[in-house]
């Protein structure tokens, strides 16, 4: 029977990457230790994995571990911070290998893509729940705030929208025509693996072109609002400018319409930025691989108006995710 103690040492801990700085201290004592670069400001996110409500039972333990830290990596991105490291609280029914293995394989081979250390955590017997706080570094005054869009900013999107959730409908047997196995493996990868913009993030921070950022995790629509409520303004969004996933492209305008306006699990990023900067925001994502499209505009008036790809006004009936609404 593995111990706490020995599972950590087992599947959790790796010597050999210890106390690369900015961490001083990893796993092993009461505490880690960071040695923050100095004059950066610190990021911190948590964010919680809960069986049965964030993925199902039985789920693949290797996309659970590469999930759980991605969707943490995105809060990070959608601040323009760089990736420090992380720390994992984990409650586990039992100690099983095979899902150690693959849990731990799944969270270090993205850990190794973004180079940076789990650095400690908590493990504990219970119903499944995975629990990661990322820390992360941005300078002073470059965070990309919710609340700092101005009126006349455009309203950009990295990437694709509501792949993730098309094969979540596909799962739930929801779509009157379901996914083909091709199209089921390409949107499922959107959804069991994203992959978060941190790169994209840090660059717009960095730079200076970006105003306000949020990353797209209970669907747009919901998501942009939290840009509009804590800056102050109201949008026009242009829902057939949406840049919709490779297979929901391929569904009829409503489908297409729903999952990329309010979807959910896209973890890409929503950011604004003047219009004077179009050409500089377009360089930069090219630099980085990463596609982006305009959508739609911040306005003075408050409310968010979504309108057709003629610019005339759209009912759609949809929000945001929300936990304890739906
Ligand atoms: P304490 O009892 O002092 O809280 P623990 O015995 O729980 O410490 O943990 C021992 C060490 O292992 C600590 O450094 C802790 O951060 C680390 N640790 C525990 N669980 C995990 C985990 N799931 N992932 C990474 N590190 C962990
Ligand atoms: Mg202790």
């Known amino acids: 029977m593995l111990s706490e103690f020995d599972l950590i040492k087992e599947y959790f801990q790796r010597p050999r990457h210890a106390a690369a700085p900015p961490v001083a201290l990893g796993i092993g004592d009461d505490c880690a230790l960071l040695a923050p670069t100095p004059g950066m400001q610190t990021a911190i996110s948590s964010d919680m994995l809960v069986e049965g409500r964030h993925f199902f039972a039985g789920a693949d333990a290797l996309k659970l571990g590469h999930k759980s830290l991605a969707v943490n990596l995105s809060d990070l991105a959608a601040m323009g911070a760089r990736p420090v490291g992380f720390t994992l609280a984990l409650a586990l ?57 101005l009126a006349g900013d455009d309203i950009w999107i990295s990437g694709t929208l509501g792949d993730a959730r098309l094969a979540l409908a596909d799962l739930r047997g929801e779509l009157a025509q379901p996914l083909d196995a091709a199209s089921q493996r390409s949107a499922a990868a959107r959804l069991h693996t994203p992959v978060p913009r941190v790169e994209l993030g840090m660059l717009l921070a960095g730079q200076g072109i970006a105003h306000a950022a949020i990353d797209i995790s209970d669907g747009l629509i919901g998501d942009l609002g939290h840009i ?75 409310g968010l108006r979504l309108v057709d790809a003629g610019g005339a006004p759209l009912e759609l009936q949809l929000a945001g995710f929300d936990h304890f609404t739906s």
């Open 93 to 149: 029914p039992a100690a099983e290998r095979d899902w150690l293995q693959g849990f731990s394989q799944g969270l270090f081979a993205l850990a190794d893509a973004f180079n940076i250390e789990l650095i400690g955590g908590d493990t504990t017997r219970g119903p499944l729940n995975i629990c990661i706080t990322v820390f992360g570094e941005v300078a002073p005054g470059r965070a990309l705030r919710r609340g700092a869009a």
């Open 228 to 302: 509009l409520k804590l800056s102050h303004v109201g949008a026009t969004l242009d829902v057939d400018a949406l840049p919709a996933g490779d297979i929901l492209a391929t569904r009829d305008t409503a489908l297409r319409r729903a999952y990329s306006a309010a979807g959910g699990d896209d973890y890409e990023l929503c950011f604004t930025a003047p219009a004077s900067a179009r050409e500089a925001v377009l360089a930069l994502a090219g630099s980085v691989a990463t596609p982006v499209t305009r959508v739609g505009r911040i306005e003075a008036q408050a």
